[in-house]
């Protein structure tokens, strides 16, 4: 595994598209500043100052699309979990990739696809996770309450020793992930779902879709229940 350390970046997402042909299959893109952040659904992700993690996956598995590429980003929040586990914590996710501690975000996940053409050329799989943060930094963002792992468990950690952790795991079953799929890692992504039985809303571009959250599908979908129909969405974000 390769590894591309960046003081300042716009963004390692960016980096990691703009220079795919160059970076060899699992490089990993990290930075310790981020001026342009990107998140889900073109918002922005916040820089909270030093000492946080932005990173990203470089991936190449194949020539050709795979639906279960677009399950990584569940794989990649399984693998925070437990990593946040090791501190003591109980995260939980929000479909589909978001992982809380405490019902507060403490990372995102951003996955690109890169084409050329028709032509598939690889996968940008990116994390930002709130190592530190304050009760100040905390605030700047806006729309959602964050915390961060420093403020959880009451002190620093070595942010070089957390990401290299979290490379080792998120390769160490990286290849049976590719062979089997989401039902690789089902059970437990649900035992950490904060979501299910619950009445939620969830954005769908422009349009909310409301009701109880049944079940995750096979393939990572949400499974809604409105007035006894059901509604599988395979995007989307909890409210
Ligand atoms: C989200 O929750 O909306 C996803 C946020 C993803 C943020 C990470 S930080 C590293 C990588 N580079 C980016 O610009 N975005 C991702």
Known sequence: ?????????????????EHLNELADKTVVHARKQTAGRGRMQRQW??????????????KPSDSFDEIYSNLTQYLSVKLCKILENYGLTPQIK???DVLVNGKKIAGILSE???????????????????????????????KEITALNME?????????????????FYVEYSEFLKYGFEFIKSDYVKRASFLDKEVCVKVFDTEKR????????KGELVLNNNNKELVLTIGDIL
């Open 1 to 17: 595994m390769e590894t591309v350390s960046l003081e300042k970046v716009e963004s390692t997402n960016l980096y990691g598209k």
């Open 46 to 59: 916040v820089d909270l100052g030093e000492g946080n993690l932005f990173m990203s996956f470089i991936l």
């Open 95 to 97: 479909w589909p990739n």
């Open 113 to 143: 696809t890169v084409m050329q053409g028709n032509k598939f050329k690889g996968l940008v799989l990116g994390i930002g996770v709130n190592l530190h943060a304050d009760a100040d930094s905390v605030k700047l963002v806006k729309d």
């Open 153 to 169: 468990i009451g002190k620093d950690v070595d942010i070089d020793n957390f990401r290299e952790n979290l490379c080792t795991d």
């Open 211 to 218: 009701g109880i959250a049944k079940a995750i599908t096979d």
